[in-house]
């Protein structure tokens, strides 16, 4: 919402802030006179909702650099709309018909006018401008939190949000009228740093599950010994009368390889007849750049017995590493390493001969827009995987709609946006409340949750259900025998889907009848399909761990079992390249064809269902040497069901469904 305020009411407010030199000489740059310098617009829904007193940790340091970011308002937001809905929606005439960037960018973006007055006034008032889109939506800058404070009428406070200390304004941010009138929102806080990568490396059993030891110290002797089953059943062990009074279960998984993924979705005998993504490019995203991907790959490939990347297959837009900025606050470079490892590996094992184009953010916040941009201005791909979300919805009202826009953008040029749902479940434990995770959220996006999934020594998948992981040490009891240490399937949450019910979005029309009303209430509810996310059958990666954030040193070659949504989105994208292929068509945003093709064949998702009894596997960290039973399919407050559920969506990914899709049948 935007309000304007003028007069003495606004002076009592900023009275010695907008006098400040360099918001004088942007005033004067803009046209606007000292007799009028107390007109202003102010941006309301630019405060995050975590902004609050009883979060307040103090003003934030004056010389504390602070990334921010400006949006503009699409001319004609209800024709980008429009428009978006039309070439996304089967039973409308203009499916599919998605317009060239130069196309949409002359008929929705703001206006070069506007956006040349938005970039003087950031620059007069001493501002670093990072990014400037060809689409003219946003501009990303950084300044101090004094010269922030002071351009934008307000001042920078630090908060205690989310286990974290994040900057953000203490009250409404505003701008001079003669600028303010050209800008839909304003970003001056830090919610955008918990952007983070949506995977699980096998062992991480997240902060309540750490081990009490060091990855130095000799771990103990495990209660039970689990070599990592290479299939569902290589190994079993004994442990105590679990479900149904079973006690011969299966050991974790080693994690699968690019063949077993393929098999198990029934694509490897078609990617055999030259169904492998050829003449497809899947964009991915993620923030900063691997020093050692190709190599790692390549690594990885020859030792799977698949081919490796070439200049035809593998291309990168990426920062400089000079340029890599907000790298403590992102997680540095070395924790998005194992994603865009994961990412690039997964989509190349399920779709081999597609070209992936890795586009790097410069951060975790405005840098992956301009990442995105990047991609949509030239329409470098129209499939883009992003396995990174927010911690919930709490993003100021303003950079969601900034968001949308890009994603309106996505879905007119005909380029579908797969997210991953996130990790974390609820994330009630981490917010207090239930919420599903931004960007997966958003109606313009397909969210991809996940699934824990068994596959034999033949390549068949043995079971699917919903990614939840509860653990439950087996310990011995004082006469020596195995026991849980609490009733299953315990208490310890390790990880699963991230899904739910939105507070922002409401339901799209796509999800009308499609998501029980009961669920839904009339909201947008996430995520739309799943694919394998369970670190413990997990997919196997290989990887030279950065080891040095500063020079990217690189150490040896190793092989690690991921999980996580953040593996589901790739593998999402990677087969919607292949249905490209095999029906010479052009998906686009996919949601409101998934879902007609859904209810016209309801035989060609493979519905996602609890386990009856309940299952799991047995896993002995390598860290502790705690032997735990990891319970599938306990996602926190999201329940898989028969039908449309919010762990899994619509179902499991098949390529009968695929097939569907991209033909339009229903």
């Not at 407010?13 to 046209?31: C, D, F, N, P």
């Not at 750490?210 to 010994?225: D, G």
Request: with cysteine; hydrophobic share 35%.
């Amino acid at each position: 919402m935007r309000t304007r305020i003028t007069g003495r009411a606004l002076h009592k407010r900023t009275a010695g802030i907008i006098a400040t030199t360099a918001a004088v000489v942007a005033l004067s740059m803009t046209g606007v006179g000292a007799a009028n310098a107390a007109d202003r617009v102010t941006f309301s829904d630019s405060v995050p909702k975590w902004a609050t007193s009883a979060n307040d940790a103090g003003a934030a340091p004056a010389d504390e650099t602070i990334e921010g970011e400006i949006f503009l308002p699409l001319r004609n937001a209800a024709g980008a709309e429009a428009l978006a809905k039309a070439v996304s929606s089967p039973t409308n005439h203009s499916y599919r018909k998605a317009l060239s960037p130069s196309q949409w960018i002359k008929n929705f973006s703001p206006s070069k006018a506007d956006y040349d007055s938005v970039l003087r006034f950031l620059k007069t008032a001493g501002l670093t401008v990072n990014g400037t889109p060809a689409s003219r939506q946003y501009v990303v800058f950084r300044g101090t939190a004094d010269q922030l404070g002071s351009i934008f009428g307000t001042s920078l406070h630090s908060y205690n949000y989310a286990g974290r200390t994040l900057l953000a304004p203490a009250s409404a941010p505003s701008l001079p009228t003669a600028v303010g009138s050209k800008v839909s929102g304003v970003s001056i806080e830090q919610s955008r740093m918990l952007t983070k990568p949506d995977s699980i490396k096998q062992g991480d059993l997240g902060p309540s599950a750490a081990p009490q030891v060091s990855r130095k110290s000799v771990a103990a002797a495990p209660v039970i010994t689990t070599p990592c089953s290479h299939y569902d059943g290589e190994h079993t062990v004994t442990v105590p009368p679990a479900y149904n009074g079973k006690t011969q279960y299966s050991t974790y998984n080693c994690g699968y390889t690019p063949k077993q993924l393929r098999s198990s979705y029934g694509l490897d005998a078609l990617n055999k007849k030259g169904l492998n993504g050829s003449g497809q490019t899947i964009a991915i995203i993620d923030a900063y750049a691997s020093p050692s991907i190709v190599k790692d790959a390549n690594t990885y490939a020859a030792a799977n017995g698949e081919p490796g990347l070439t200049n035809s297959t593998y291309q990168q837009l990426v920062p400089k590493p000079s340029e890599f900025v907000d790298q403590e606050a992102c997680a540095f470079p070395s924790g998005w390493q194992g994603e865009q490892t994961l990412d690039v590996e997964s989509a190349h094992s399920i779709a081999p001969a597609a070209r992936i184009l890795y586009v790097g953010g410069f951060n975790c916040g405005g840098g992956i827009d301009i990442a995105m941009s990047k991609i949509l201005d030239n329409k470098l791909a129209n499939i883009v995987s992003n396995s990174y979300g927010n911690v919930g919805e709490d993003v100021p009202a303003d950079v969601v709609a900034g968001q949308v826009n890009i994603e309106l953008q996505a879905a007119g040029e005909g380029i579908g946006l797969y997210y991953s749902s996130g990790d974390n479940g609820d994330e009630a434990a981490r917010l207090g409340y239930p919420s599903p995770d931004f960007m997966a959220s958003s109606p313009w996006v397909t969210s991809v949750g996940g699934t824990s999934m068994g596959i034999d020594k033949n390549g068949k998948m043995t079971y699917e259900t919903g990614w939840g992981d509860q653990f439950d040490q087996i310990v011995k009891d004082a006469s020596g025998a195995l026991a849980y240490a609490q009733p299953l399937p315990g208490t310890r949450f390790v990880g699963g889907a991230g899904g739910g019910v939105s507070a922002i979005f409401s339901q799209p029309d796509y999800q009308k009848g499609a998501v029980p009303a009961s669920l839904a209430n009339g909201m947008r509810v996430s995520p739309d399909i799943a694919a394998l996310a369970d670190p413990y059958t997990g997919f196997q990666i290989g990887i030279r761990p950065i080891i040095d954030d500063t020079t990217l040193e690189t150490g040896d070659f190793v092989n690690e079992t991921y999980g996580g949504t953040s593996l589901a989105a790739p593998i999402v994208a990677a087969q919607m390249a292949l249905v490209q292929q095999a029906t010479h068509t052009t998906i686009g945003f996919a949601n409101p064809t998934l879902y007609a093709v859904k209810k016209a064949v309801p035989s060609s998702v493979r519905d996602v269902l609890p386990l009856n009894p309940k299952s799991g596997v047995v896993y002995t960290s390598a860290i502790s040497g705690n032997t735990y039973f990891v319970t599938f399919d306990q996602d926190t407050s999201l329940k898989t069901a028969k039908g449309y559920d919010d762990v899994t969506g619509l179902g499991g990914v098949s390529f009968g469904l695929l097939s569907q899709v991209a033909a339009g049948r229903h």
